[in-house]
């Protein structure tokens, strides 16, 4: 497999087909379920509908989308981060979900870094959004640590609830 996003304890990668047992795992999750959505991953036929209709669809649209995480010391997949493209904004926004084993232990903190600095420096974005509910307390400190910034309570079409913007600008000149 290649990696193109390489940390102290992760490696980062373009999903695959052969990725179907893991996202079947990861999107069953609790905290994915009740902070992202039960997208309906029922059995590995619908993981694998889902990895061609979400990131291999990006990938090919965009040149970008959700990467998995590999955990270089547990040499096994632990989570997805990268980006999504949404019509209704002006730049990309990330998004992030670990398996509960590795949560709380940096692991998000460090790819979401790892993430925004490839989107500064590679992929040339200026600035990044990112969504959350307002009871998910873990991820909005997560976001503010990192550089973004709360903007505004907003209703996305796919939701119910109301869900809260966040966004991050990069100076031109620096690194995060």
């Known amino acids: 497999m290649r990696y193109f ?3 102290p304890r992760l490696a980062l990668r373009r ?8 996202i079947h795992r990861l999107l069953n999750t609790p905290t994915w379920i ?10 590995l036929t619908a993981a694998q509908n889902y990895l061609q209709n979400v990131p291999f669809q990006s990938y090919q ?5 959700p990467w998995l995480v590999y955990g270089k010391q547990e040499k096994m997949p632990i989570g997805m981060c990268g980006f999504f493209r949404r019509p209704f904004l002006v730049a990309p926004d990330v998004g992030f979900a670990f398996l509960p ?4 232990q940096g692991f998000a903190r460090e790819a979401l870094t790892a993430c925004m600095d490839y989107a500064r420096s590679i992929l ?7 969504f959350t509910f307002p009871a998910n307390e873990r991820c909005i400190r997560l976001l503010e640590r990192t550089g973004f910034r709360y903007q505004e309570l907003i209703h996305l079409p796919s939701e119910v609830k109301p869900m ?13």
């Open 5 to 7: 996003i390489d940390t």
């Open 15 to 22: 999903f695959v087909l052969t990725d179907d047992v893991f």
């Open 34 to 43: 009740q902070f992202i959505g039960d997208r309906h991953i029922t059995d």
């Open 61 to 65: 649209a965009y040149g970008y989308g």
């Open 101 to 104: 084993a590795f949560e709380g």
């Open 124 to 130: 040339g974005f200026p600035q990044l959004y990112a």
């Open 164 to 176: 809260m913007l966040f966004t991050a600008t990069f100076p031109l000149s620096s690194k995060i």
